[in-house]
């Protein structure tokens, strides 16, 4: 078999610039970066809408992702989400070599939850759902041509949840934060919060976060 | 072959797979203990402590407390061909919850549906 070579005008010194730019195109390092939270939800509600207290939903939906206690009653929260960020990406020619790569990105996220409130006694008072889809953020970054981060901050949705942490938050000697612990979505048990609620504002806000 | 060549191939020769599983929170044990030992109205508290540890979560009602068990796993993949790359990662949640009364005597408890699978879809 004859081995292909390049014919002499693409050799040329036009052709070779549009070649090393095709090249570099081609070794962008492109990235898709999925994070999946949580199992899905029912996509069927009928059940819950026949439900009478918090024993028959937690028969239907189990535990709660979050519960809260007011003195007017107990609320549930059922919670996912699907993140996923697509980057588009550049390599950096360095003395010869592209080590470097030049990424942008956009991250989204398909959100659904549920909540479900009852009276003191746990009759079932009401319960909603949504199911929506939302920006995260867009970024840029210079990376490895290797690594595969995230250009945008997702912190906010991914989280660990407050149960890992709520014993040793109740130990919280930093101040402001260890003042706020009584009213914080972390340890208080009469505030409930979505995934993605800013802690610059409302019930965090006295944490100075 | 030139510096270049070389350079590249040994770029290409790293692509490779990352995998990644941690492990959160309390361990499952409920999933492993016959359920039918908790009954509502007859099992107490110090029998869940016992058969099942300190919870995540301890959490005060009206007239009576929660026990809040919280396990977590995450399991990631990545596969990297310098060209394109991708990542996935799946958290799954398995809870159990034992809410009591004001004596401390079991009134209801749940766990998460199943015991959560965490292997990344492929689809």
């Known amino acids: 078999m004859r081995a292909f070579r390049l014919s002499q005008p693409l050799c040329e010194p036009a052709a070779r610039r549009y070649l090393s730019a095709f090249l570099a195109l081609l070794f962008a390092g492109c990235t898709t970066i999925q994070r999946d939270i949580g199992a899905e939800l029912p996509e069927n509600l009928d059940a819950l809408s026949a439900a009478q207290d918090y024993r028959e939903v937690l028969d239907i939906l189990g535990p709660p992702r979050d519960l809260a206690v007011s003195e007017h009653g107990l609320t549930f929260l059922y919670e996912n989400a699907r ?23 956009r991250g989204d996220a398909d959100r659904d939850a549920i909540i479900v409130h009852f009276d003191r006694e746990g009759r079932l008072l009401a319960h909603s759902r949504k199911q929506w889809s939302e920006l995260i953020g867009r970024g840029g970054g210079i990376q490895f041509i290797l690594a595969m981060l995230p250009v945008t901050d997702h912190g906010i949705l991914t989280s660990p949840e407050t149960a890992h942490t709520w014993g040793a938050q109740l130990l919280e000697a930093d101040l402001p934060i260890g003042l706020n612990r009584g009213s914080s979505p972390d340890t208080s048990p009469g505030v409930i919060e979505l995934r993605g609620t800013p802690w610059h504002a409302g019930q965090r806000s006295l944490e100075l976060r | 072959m030139n510096l270049r060549s070389l350079g590249y191939l040994a770029l290409l020769m790293l692509a490779s797979c990352t995998s990644v599983h941690t492990e959160k929170g309390i361990e499952p044990v409920w999933r492993s203990i016959d359920s039918g030992q908790f009954q509502a109205g007859v099992t107490k508290q110090s029998e869940v402590l016992d058969a099942l540890g300190p919870p995540s979560q301890v959490i005060s009602t009206h007239d009576g407390i929660v026990f809040y068990y919280l396990h977590e796993s995450s399991v990631g993949k990545g596969r990297i061909f310098i060209i394109y790359n991708t990542a996935e990662m799946q958290t799954r949640y398995d809870r159990a919850v034992f ?9 209801d408890f749940a766990y998460s549906a199943s015991p959560p699978s965490t292997e990344p879809d492929d689809s």
């Open chain 1, 83 to 105: 993140l996923v960020e697509r980057q588009v990406g550049i390599s950096i020619e360095i003395q010869d070599y592209s080590l470097l790569k030049a990424v942008v990105g």
């Open chain 2, 99 to 107: 809410f009591f009364d004001g004596n401390g005597v079991l009134e």
